[in-house]
């Protein structure tokens, strides 16, 4: 029986747990990651054993202490039995494919689902949703302050990192006062907005290049109203390891009217991964078209064919949307 969860039953779910299982989507952006550092400390603080698995790699956020306590795919690869725990807690994620194998290598008794993401599914029997929220880490927030959870300085930088990328920077359109204020909640208890900014506005040599490939592909569509930019398997495969192309659909996004943006990348043979943005239109429409999900402006998915056939796909489904 599938139950939707308030603050105070999410906080007591948490706390009635000893061994915990924290698990993010794969490509893990500040707020996955912010989350579930932030989680996890409170938790310790409570004396719980707690894990935070990721199937994947983690490209960035070397500044985030405890960042290396974060299972990653490598991890994954050696556990052969399933692990158990008392709970297993999802976070920032609104599908179940987005924790890979996770799945069926992470079991628990319990599974609980804490996410923002209008497209969520309802995928395990309990779950805190606020489609409202700008950030997994807004929902966080509130969550401490419900359970009077002590957030000191390492979790409020945990935090401010979720919010701050998550909400461009206090700037998309997902901002709403209880962004702000849980914002200033966290300066209040010693966030450091100006080194967060600082060591997440970087780009290495490898993502430069990624970069430049990718902008010399920018292709117009719908008298400029969609833009989009794509790197191929070849392309990727050269800096797969080391660039990071999560800022990538900013570029055709930030293009004079531009409505629709879309980055596709190549990741292997029939695997498409498409990050899109709109200014308009409910874009996680378009990505749940194809098993995604997200948010009415940012939202992704994964088109199982080569580059070429998915941006066909993308563009067929987008056709009649764009237009009206
Ligand atoms: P991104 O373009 O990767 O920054 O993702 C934009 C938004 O869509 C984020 O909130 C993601 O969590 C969500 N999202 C991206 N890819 C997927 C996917 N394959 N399935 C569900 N949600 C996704
Ligand atoms: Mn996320
Ligand atoms: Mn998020």
Redesign the pocket.
Known sequence: MKKLLDLKETGKMLLDAKQIALAI???P?G??IGSALALARVLRAYGKEVTIFVDDIIKGFKFLPDIKTIKIDADLDKITEPLHFDLLCIL????I??IGRIKEKVLADKYLNID??I?NEGFVDYTYLDGDAAATAEIICQLAKAMQWTVDKQTANYLFTGLYT?SGSFAYSCTRPETMCAGAELLQAGAEPHKIDEAIDVMDKDTLWLLTKALNTMTFDFDGRLAYMWVDREIYAAKQKSADT?SF?NYPRRIEGVEVAV?FKEVDENIT?????SKKIDI?KI?LL??????ER?????IHKPLKEAIADFLSVIKDRIDN
Not at 92 to 95: A, K, L
Not at 290 to 295: D, L, S
């Open positions: 989507h794969m490509s952006d707020d996955a920032d994620c609104s599908t494919n987005r923002h993401h497209s998550d999560d659909v980055f991964r498409l990050s899109m943005r996680s990505a194809f098993n995604g999900g997200g948010h940012a939202a992704g998915c994964t």
